[in-house]
């Protein structure tokens, strides 16, 4: 009984203590409700508080949204989202594309300091380097050339460039029919920025960068053998504003980008975002009144507007993205680009030297760029790619000068699609151009010669998968124009 009576006891104990807790949470819920009240009231009533809460959730969970978006745009994944149960793919890696800029398969170089600039129309001597290696080669200002060097008679010459002002000459020369070698009119001075020499095997590897067009005047070979030569240097002539004579300079300010500006005078400092706006379009068509041509004809000699063709160009008939590339909107430095990086034949080239103002050259580069569709092998024409394939795997361009392990010089152009190519050996890394890619060689299925190389990636999110690289001296641009083919006239 008194155990009963004890247990009794507690049960009322436990009820009176839940009373207790209840009649707090109660105070607690009342004491809530006041607060909120409090709140409602700064609101003006209840509903004003709820549609409050209301926004504030709306905006949080935008928020959220944007941040989703943000991420899924980035193209990267979530923290947490790799291996999730949703199965979606990796995020992919892309290539670092200053990798091939640097060429560190030739191993760690010294480099030079300074610059070395030859005055404009004047007469200098120049040690011409005539190597194997270099037969074919058409050096273009600030077209990089790297060059690994086995012979003492060229590695002494090379020495003594270094030591002196690091400038030598490159001219285009080739092996005619009767086994003679014939020189171009026109060179490229090449100015040496990095090297490494290699006491135990006697080699030297360069880094060298096309500087300034020359013409030869004469040449004579030393009791060495080395070839020096009497160049003039080219001048590069701008031949600026159409209307810079005639025009109506009230209007100026109309055709710049930012009328603030108008209170200086920068008739002078044109560049391509004077030319872009509607107003400008309506300045020129005034200024042409004052002259006996119509605008159309000052157009096709602005070398701004040809610079915006040439730009223009490379966007329809190429998938090079140009937001990745230091791509120069100077129209001199734009007409040395589009001769290195464009399919262009190297009688194109040789003719782009010995034209002295961006105007022609661009004009000459249009006339054949819009012509370009397709590469095919030199020795059997059978088509290798299209030019719409042709991409950039470098911050410099498509196209980019390469040495192999022998010395061998190869101007290469990468594209992203490649017919009719046959493979030899297996992917290899050694020695590889593009690092994190492997190489196989790559020759023409229908005459066996060599035409490139297929590159491969070795790691499995490295985009892209794979690419193919063609060398300029075993394929061609098939020109066509009005559904023909034949001799290309060029418009300059």
């Known amino acids: 009984m008194a155990d009963r009576q004890d247990r009794d006891a507690e049960e009322e104990e436990e009820a009176a203590m839940e009373e207790d807790n209840a009649g707090d949470n109660a ?66 890696e892309q290539y670092d594309t200053t990798l091939p800029t640097r060429h560190v ?31 074919n080669l058409v050096l273009v200002p600030s077209q990089t050339l790297p060059l690994t060097i086995f012979h ?44 490494q020499e290699d006491d135990s095997t006697g080699t030297l590897s360069i880094k060298a960068k096309g500087r300034q067009r020359f013409r030869i005047l004469s040449t004579s070979r030393e009791t060495s053998g080395l070839l020096v030569a009497k160049v003039k240097i080219l001048p590069e002539i701008r031949m600026g504003n159409p209307f810079e004579l005639m025009r109506l300079q009230s209007l100026d300010k109309l055709t710049l980008p930012h009328p603030q500006d108008a209170t200086t005078h920068t008739a002078h400092a044109r560049h391509l ?24 004809v000052y157009n096709q000699y602005d070398d701004l507007l040809l610079a915006q063709r040439v730009v223009n160009e490379v966007k329809k008939s190429t998938m090079i993205k140009l937001d990745n590339l230091k791509l120069p909107r100077d129209p001199q430095d734009l007409s040395h680009w589009a001769a290195i990086n464009l399919p262009l034949d190297d009688s194109h080239r040789l003719a782009l030297l010995g034209l002295n103002t961006p105007t022609q050259r661009l ?15 030199v020795r059997c024409s059978e088509v290798i790619g299209d030019t719409a394939d042709i991409f950039s795997m470098s911050v410099e361009g498509p196209q980019g000068t390469f040495v192999n392990p022998g010395g061998y010089v190869h101007e290469m152009m990468t594209l992203s699609k490649a017919s009719s190519l046959s493979y030899y050996g297996r992917p290899s890394t050694e020695h590889s151009w593009f690092p994190e890619y492997a190489w196989t060689i790559a020759t023409c299925s229908n005459c066996h010669s060599h035409i490139g190389w297929k590159f491969t990636a070795t790691k499995r999110k490295l985009m892209p998968r794979k690419f193919y690289g063609v060398t300029r001296k075993a394929v061609k641009a098939k020109l066509v124009w009005d559904g023909d083919e034949g001799e290309m006239r060029h418009v300059i």
């Open 152 to 195: 003492p008679l060229h590695v002494s010459m090379l020495r003594s460039v270094i030591a002196r002002d690091r400038t030598f000459g490159i001219v285009h020369s080739k092996v005619s029919q009767d086994g003679t070698s014939e020189m171009a009119r026109y060179g490229t001075t090449a100015e040496i920025y990095e090297y």
């Open 27 to 92: 105070d607690q819920r009342e004491a809530q409700a006041e607060d909120v009240m409090e709140e409602d009231d700064s609101g003006d009533d209840e509903e004003g508080a709820a549609l409050v809460v209301a926004e504030r959730m709306y905006e949080l969970l935008e928020d959220q949204e944007h941040e989703s978006w943000g991420e899924y745009e980035s193209g990267e994944e979530p923290e947490g989202a790799e291996g999730s149960e949703s199965g979606g793919e990796a995020a992919t």
């Open 273 to 296: 975002a004077c030319v872009r706006t509607a107003n400008s379009w309506r300045v020129r068509g005034r200024n042409a009144w004052l002259t006996p041509w119509p605008s159309w």
């Open 363 to 377: 004009r000459y580069i249009l006339s054949v760029l819009s012509k370009c569709k397709m590469l095919t092998c």
């Open 105 to 135: 398969y030739l191993g760690e170089t010294e480099e030079l300091r300074g610059r070395t600039v030859q005055e404009e129309n004047d007469y200098v001597s120049l040690p011409l380097l005539q190597y194997a290696s270099l037969i």
